[in-house]
């Protein structure tokens, strides 16, 4: 198997994270998007291009992860 290249590992890093906010806070996704200040269709436009997400929101993310 091909090594992934570090967009795809960051990428794969990124949904790992909002699943587990989901599952630690039990959040929907219209409840994460609410918490990250976003509307729900631009939350969902991000998950299908990770990429997108901004440093901003995945701060956020990382701290909601430690809560």
Known sequence: ????????????ELKILIAT????????DR???KKLDMPLGTFNDWKS???????????MLER???D
């Open 1 to 12: 198997m091909p090594a992934k290249s570090y967009y795809q590992q960051r990428a794969e």
């Open 21 to 28: 906010v989901k599952i630690k806070h039990r959040l929907t």
């Open 31 to 33: 409840q994460l998007a």
């Open 49 to 59: 291009d990770i990429g997108r997400f901004h440093a901003e929101k995945v701060w």
């Open 64 to 66: 909601m992860a430690q």
